[in-house]
């Protein structure tokens, strides 16, 4: 399975932006996609999920500001009311059969105050 993370880049506060992640290759099996996000000088924290039914999660921090979805190919991350602390390196996993973990190489997202 590949990953590949896009539509990054730099935005001021209150804006908007749309992360794609494009999977590929053998995608049976695949149950959840998942962003993440890895701000400077700090560890890699969950961001949202959805599984295989499209069945949405959050982490509290985005909630009501982020949606996550998907298609057959690309999962998606629409993030809105963007705040300087969601400036990070965000990353895009699948899980496969319940234990094989894929990732993206990852997007820059820059909110300026």
């Known amino acids: 399975v590949q990953l590949q993370a896009s539509g990054g880049g730099s935005v001021p506060a209150g804006g908007s932006l749309r992360l794609s992640c494009a999977v590929s290759?053998?995608?049976?099996?695949?149950?959840?996609y998942s962003w993440y996000r890895q701000a400077p000088g700090k560890l890699r924290e969950f961001v949202a999920s959805i599984s295989g039914g499209g069945l949405p999660y959050y982490t509290d921090s985005v909630k009501g500001r982020f949606t996550i979805a998907k298609d057959d190919a690309k999962v998606y991350l629409q993030m809105s009311s963007l705040k300087p602390e969601d400036t990070a390196v965000y990353y895009c996993k699948v899980v496969q059969s319940g234990v094989h973990e894929f990732w993206g190489r990852g997007t820059q997202v820059t909110v300026s105050s």
């Open positions: 290759g053998n995608m049976l099996g695949i149950s959840a």
